[in-house]
């Protein structure tokens, strides 16, 4: 039986595509990553990858072990956690993905803590507003803000996030207040645009009294950061689409105001997504019961400094 360490690098390789980005993935030299690659083929006695200078292709010999190495990992794992559970003694890696305003809000601060509390738990947290490939990037576990598309990860709600449209109130006196998403049109105002590279859907669902419509504003200014978009908000450059929870504190001061609020945005779902295991690792669950609760707590905190108006 090869070396466990073995099997997860030809794993990472696989899916990765890369040698160097596999190796950067599981904290280890390329040439270690390398080395542990030319381990397993030598025990085989077979080539799993043909190596160019610049590229690497999986062979016929790879792509039928890939099947049988991604089981035999989740077999592991699933006895390492029956042993975990069992022990009560929960150890190990996790491995977190986050938007920015979810990330730098809710999960991170509450990191240390979770750690003070299981000292045995390490956890790598990777903040972007990109979507994120869970199984790609070997993330155990994703929170995600908005609508999300058909996916075979298991999904645990947290809460519907209200969001508003706001602006500075320089941007408001200069240009005018739009009532709803037709005026946001009509009028020809600057919308601050969240986009990511391959973006289908770039609209904004604005609930109407025909119900959820879509809208397809525009603007000058667009950022795949919503922080960024905020401080373009604050500036006067446009009209942001925000979750409350980011820009409550701005509210609450009357450094945004909110507009076109006869047509305001439809919420945005909070959830989290993880991998669906027979067992599931007691790290993981531990995670997403104290995120869960900390981040349920904190919306809280938001709805209360700031009221939307009715």
């Known amino acids: 039986m090869p070396h466990v360490e073995n099997i997860r690098m030809f794993v990472r390789v696989y899916e990765l595509g890369s040698m160097s980005e596999a190796a950067r993935d599981q904290r280890v030299s390329p040439a270690v990553a390398s080395s542990r690659i030319a381990k397993l083929e030598k025990h085989l006695g077979v080539r799993l990858f043909n190596r160019t200078t610049r590229r690497i292709h999986t062979t016929e010999h790879g792509q039928a072990y890939y099947e049988g190495a991604i089981k035999i990992l989740q077999a592991i794992e699933e006895a390492e956690a029956a042993v975990a559970t069992i022990a009560n003694y929960p150890r190990g890696s996790i491995y977190v993905a986050a938007p920015l305003g979810v990330g730098k809000r809710f999960i991170a601060p509450n990191v240390p803590a979770f750690k003070d509390e299981f000292p045995e738990i390490n956890v790598r947290l990777r903040m972007s507003d990109r979507n994120v490939d869970i199984t790609k990037e070997g993330i155990d576990v994703a929170f995600h803000l908005g609508t999300l598309r058909d996916s075979a990860l298991r999904l645990q709600n947290i809460a519907e996030c209200p969001r508003v449209l706001c602006a500075s109130p320089d941007y408001v006196s200069q240009r005018g207040t739009p009532r709803n998403g037709e005026d946001l049109i009509t009028d020809g105002h600057d919308c601050l645009l969240l986009r990511f590279p391959g973006d289908a859907d770039q609209d904004w669902t604005l609930m109407t009294t025909d119900g959820p419509r879509k809208f397809n504003v525009t603007g000058p200014f667009e950022s795949d950061d919503g922080d960024v978009l905020?401080?373009?908000?604050?500036?006067?450059?446009?009209?942001?689409?925000?979750?409350?929870?980011?820009?409550?504190?701005?509210?609450?001061?009357?450094?945004?105001?909110?507009?076109?609020?006869?047509?305001?945005?439809?919420?945005?779902?909070?959830?989290?997504?993880?991998p669906h295991k027979r067992y599931q690792d007691p790290k993981i669950e531990l995670f997403i019961d104290f995120m869960i609760t900390r981040c349920r707590e904190k919306l809280k905190e938001s709805a209360a400094a700031y009221q939307l108006p009715r």
């Open 230 to 274: 905020t401080d373009w908000a604050l500036d006067g450059r446009g009209i942001a689409n925000k979750p409350v929870f980011e820009i409550a504190e701005h509210l609450k001061s009357g450094a945004l105001i909110p507009v076109a609020t006869q047509s305001p945005p439809t919420p945005a779902a909070l959830s989290c997504l993880y």
